[in-house]
């Protein structure tokens, strides 16, 4: 459009000033219709040379525009428009021109105040108007305006102006109008829903910021529930009231996207400046940027709901709400966008839990920011309904605020189970005391791809796992924690991760229950249970001693050094005596028990027991090994008592220290436990000087121990009074094995007595024995009808109630398995020369190592296998691990029984595998498949008498000595029977069953025994 004013000739003015229609053009105001029948010339100098009249129908209803024409309608009287005001209309494009509008003017001038609205253009942006926010086209048929005029300007109106202008043609263009109308009625506005109860926004929409465009209005759908947004909007509606936002607000409304534009907002505000986007919400757009809150994006054609929790974003009260349709195109009519079913409510969101002390905290599930530049705000934690859980997707940083601090000292514990479903860059929880992601100390990464220059946690969760973790964080930090936060760090943008934190419990390792007794009362001496690293670089810092909660005992797992300060120390003197129980159930490298003056290993000064490992420390000056039992056996409580000033003594004593050794590549093998672990003051002994008897089947260190329990508890000066120690003070000794030791030496005292010695049996000196027992001797070489053997039968007649001795012979002089057996390659009764004993065994190997006196080599070994070495047959038996035991006591009668009455003299089995001794210790004996079995049954009382002058008197009462075949007749078999009574360990066992390895098992046993010097077998 051109503006200018183009200078008129005298008949131009004449022709154009004023036109009588005898047509009037009617238009209805409030109801009632009027008729304009004056035309006149608009913003004179628009109009070219002989421009004709507006057209009007025959029924004044329509106005039809040819041709550029600026015409002004004289209305009948003047029209106040007030902000109420609205010009209805239809328009029909026919034929473009450069533009065609609609007026309601107060005087005959197009000037700066804008009167005029455009309906159709071709030319762009017409200034010194309002520009429709959709133009006509010639694709419609009939566009209906409903303009509210009211909305842009007010004030006292004359004219009603139809306008269609073209500067190039001046014929061209053509246009209709029809069934105008101007109403003055209050318009509804925008209802919004709070908390269930509709409220209306009045229409009155206020320009946001600078970059609205006045042109465009705010359309309300007549039920108020929908509100269009048309062209470059930015504006801004007036809550009746203020609204408040809470931390359990949410935004609700349906959202539809007609045409796509730049930027497509939704905001809370209080000014009318775009000043703070952080309370905008993204819906759609070509542009994104700023602080605004992107959410998942509308496309162009669809109709989207939009769920926002508002309160997890902002928080406050809110005087506008603000639509933005940003358009800074030429065109800034286009972009279109529709809103509807607004509302806002509260959330009932569950509250985050976690457990304090045992007790429940329940936090605000408002969830911030925690190192606010790495956060994604529009992603949020997701609660579980028992708000036990806290899961996240995409990239999060955030935080939970507690209601109180809470304090971490050097004992806080911290547990809780992460799940891993998306594996992202990292994962991990912090317990900070601000939001600044500042100490590193505080966070723990729980997964991760790549590095997080945290606490990473030793063992990381797997995609698909969920892993329970117990962290010692007083060990990391003590201090005030007053956020839990969660990360899940994501910055490809991707919004790939999903991961969740659950079951998060603060508590206090429990103190470690140190008992200290003198006089026969036991007073609690309990440890904080902040546990130090001993010996420097050996502890793994993060693995810590578990203490049960009642305090009385504590476990070990995996590579540890721990030490617990005693409070005010402890004195070491002469009747200073350390008690306690041990259990292993994996073995490690060393274990072990230490009471130390400082945390260092010194070997100058050691102060370390060792109590099990697979390493050997016999030679190692940094620790005690000398008079203290070593525990072989898995899941058997073992008692240990050490007289400590038998190792060292003073008076600065400040740790206990527990030690689990293990350098192996898996460094969280190796579990055992201590409990009832005491510190006594031992005096003299109460039994001492007191006589005393009791008697059982089987003097054994359990029955006597019990024996004597029952005696103290009897016992003036005893009540109280722990039965090891008293029976460390009643023999004068350092340490439980040397208790054992003197238990043992008065059980068998009873049967040496009247012990017949073996050799007696033969009739023949020691080395007779020796030759007989390696497979010489005419008892070997001879047949049945050369070497008469009868003095057998008359031995086993006589002897047949009395306790006969081991024979004194290499052979069996280190029978650690309480095993032993003997088998044969012969049958010296049988006629025929070569005749073979009854097959019931294989041999797989014989190391001569093993039986170098024997063998008479250092070394050597032969292979069989798969029977070559024809018939054998094995016969053994086995006795428990204590001395008193009947089976252990009378292991020379099973001897003479299984060697010389059954196999030789019963049977004529005789002769042994080259290089092998004939009888002898499992451990001495060839490897074989198995073993026939003989045990023993003893009926006998045995009576111990005690007084202060001539000491112990043991007397062994015999009435029975009954040798039998074993359950299934078979050694293995009877051995693990003898495991399950208690009576061998399960170390013993383990080693025996590499000896008797089972039918078919020689393959395997010879490749392992051949690995081991070099060899592999096939």
């Not at 007030?82 to 239809?90: A, I, K, P």
């Not at 109630?801 to 390659?825: S, T």
Request: aromatic share 10%.
């Amino acid at each position: 459009m051109k503006l200018n004013h183009i200078a008129l000739t005298a008949t131009l003015v004449a022709s154009v000033s004023l036109t009588v229609q005898s047509l009037p053009l009617k238009i209805s105001i409030d109801g009632v219709t009027s008729s304009c029948t004056i035309q006149e010339e608009y913003d004179q100098g628009q109009n070219h040379v002989g421009a004709s009249d507006v057209i009007v129908s025959s029924d004044g209803s329509s106005a039809d525009m040819v041709g550029n024409l600026w015409r002004a309608f004289s209305l009948p009287e003047d029209l106040e428009v007030t902000d109420s005001t609205v010009l209805r209309f239809d328009f029909e494009l026919k034929e473009e021109a450069d533009f065609q509008a609609i007026c309601v003017d107060e005087d005959k001038e197009l000037s700066d105040e804008k009167r005029c609205f455009v309906l159709a253009n071709t030319q762009g942006w017409v200034m010194d108007m309002y520009n429709a926010p959709h133009m006509a086209t010639l694709s419609e048929t009939n566009v209906h305006f409903d303009i509210p005029i009211g909305k842009f300007f007010t004030g006292n109106m004359k004219y009603l102006v139809l306008l269609q202008d073209n500067d190039v043609d001046n014929s061209v263009g053509s246009s209709t109008i029809s069934n105008i109308v101007i109403d003055h009625e209050e318009r509804g506005g925008l209802t919004l829903a709070i908390n269930g109860e509709v409220t209306e926004i009045n229409n009155n929409p206020i320009s946001y910021s600078d970059q609205d465009h006045g042109d465009n209005m705010l359309h309300m759908s007549e039920d108020g529930t929908s509100m269009q947004v048309s062209g470059n909007t930015w504006k801004a509606l007036e809550f009746t009231s203020p609204v408040e936002i809470d931390s359990k607000t949410v935004f609700e409304f349906d959202y539809t996207l007609i045409e796509e534009l730049e930027k497509h907002l939704i905001c809370f505000d209080n000014d009318l400046t775009f000043g703070n986007s952080k309370t905008c919400f993204g819906l759609s757009g070509s542009e994104t940027g700023g602080e605004i809150h992107y959410l998942d994006r509308t496309e162009e054609g669809e109709t989207k709901h939009y769920s926002i929790s508002v309160g997890k974003y902002f928080t406050g009260s809110f005087k506008y709400l603000v639509v933005v349709l940003d358009n800074d195109t030429s065109d800034r009519s286009t972009g279109n966008s529709l809103f509807s079913n607004l509302e806002l409510h509260q959330e009932e969101r569950a509250s985050f839990k976690i457990q304090v002390g045992g007790e429940e905290m329940s936090i605000s599930a408002t969830d911030g920011s925690y190192s606010s530049n790495q956060d994604t705000i529009s992603n949020f934690l997701e609660i579980s309904e028992d708000g036990l859980s806290a899961k996240m997707e995409g990239n999060q940083w955030k935080s939970v605020t507690l209601p109180a601090p809470i304090e971490i000292n050097a004992a806080t514990n911290v547990d809780f189970d992460f799940y891993l479903e998306e594996l992202t860059e990292y994962h991990g929880i912090c317990f900070d005391d601000n939001l600044n992601d500042s100490d590193s100390k505080r966070c723990f990464v729980t997964a991760n791809r790549d590095n997080w220059s945290q606490n990473h946690l030793s063992v990381k969760t797997d995609v698909g796992e969920t892993k329970h973790y117990s962290i010692p964080v007083g060990t990391y930090f003590t201090g005030s924690v007053n956020f839990v936060a969660f990360v899940q760090d994501n910055d490809s943008g991707d919004n790939a991760g999903v991961s969740a934190f659950s079951n998060i419990a603060f508590s206090q390792r429990p103190e470690l229950n140190l008992g200290f007794v003198q006089g026969g009362v036991r007073q609690g001496l309990p440890l904080f249970n902040h546990q130090l690293s001993y010996a420097g670089n050996q502890d793994t810092v993060s693995n810590l001693v578990d203490v049960s909660s009642d305090g009385e005992s504590v476990t070990l797992r995996g590579n540890l050094f721990k030490a617990f300060e005693i409070p005010g120390g402890l004195t070491i003197d002469d009747n200073s005596v350390l008690s306690f129980k041990f259990l292993m159930e994996e073995i490690a490298e060393v274990t072990g028990i230490c009471i130390e003056e400082n945390l260092e290993l010194e070997k100058d000064f050691p102060r370390c027991f060792p109590l099990a490992g697979d390493q050997d420390v016999s030679n190692d000056a940094n620790w005690l090994y000398r008079g203290v039992e070593q525990t072989y056996s898995t899941n058997e409580w073992q008692t240990y008592v050490i007289r400590l000033s038998e190792f060292f003594h003073g008076d600065d004593f400040k740790y206990l220290v527990l030690v689990q050794d293990n350098d192996k590549t898996d460094r969280t093998t190796g579990t055992s436990t201590f409990k009832n672990i005491e510190f006594h003051e031992t005096s003299q002994s109460c039994l001492k000087n007191v006589d005393f008897e009791f008697s059982f089947d089987e003097c054994t260190i359990e029955n006597f121990v019990e024996e004597v329990e029952d005696l103290m508890t009897a016992t003036s000066g005893c009540v109280g009074n722990n039965a090891w120690l008293e029976l460390l003070a009643f023999f004068n000794v350092n340490s439980k094995p040397q208790i054992e030791e003197r238990i043992g030496a008065v059980c068998t005292s009873g049967y040496k007595k009247d012990y017949v010695p073996f050799d007696s049996i033969a009739g023949k000196h020691v080395q007779f024995s020796n030759e007989f027992f390696d497979g010489g001797t005419a008892w070997n070489y001879e047949h049945a009808s050369n070497v008469d053997v009868n003095r057998i039968e008359i031995m086993n007649a006589k002897y047949s109630n009395k306790a006969i001795g081991m024979p004194d012979v290499h052979n069996f002089k280190q029978c650690e398995l309480g095993a032993a057996m003997c088998c044969y390659v012969a049958n010296r009764k049988s006629n025929d020369v070569d005749a073979d004993p009854e097959d019931n065994s294989d041999a797989c190997y014989m190391d001569f190592s093993e039986a170098q006196e024997s063998s008479h080599v250092r070394d050597g070994y032969s292979i069989y296998g798969n029977g070559v070495e024809g018939s054998l047959n094995c016969h053994g038996f086995a006795w428990g691990n204590d001395v008193g035991y009947a089976d252990n006591a009378f292991k020379g009668n099973s001897l003479f029984q299984v060697a010389m009455y059954d196999s030789l003299y019963q049977n004529g089995f005789s002769e042994e595998l080259p290089g092998a001794p004939m009888c002898g210790c499992v451990e001495q004996m060839p490897v074989v498949t198995k073993a026939s079995c003989t045990k023993v049954v003893v009926d006998q009382i045995v009576s111990v008498k005690y007084d202060a002058i001539t000491e112990f008197n043991v007397n062994v009462d015999i009435r029975s000595i009954i040798h039998r075949r074993c359950d299934n007749n078979d050694l293995s078999s009877h051995y693990e029977g003898l495991l399950r009574q208690g009576k061998v360990t399960q170390r013993a066992k383990d080693h025996l069953d590499t000896r008797l390895v089972g039918e078919g098992n020689c393959p395997d046993a010879i490749r392992t025994f051949l690995a081991g010097k070099g060899f592999s077998f096939s």
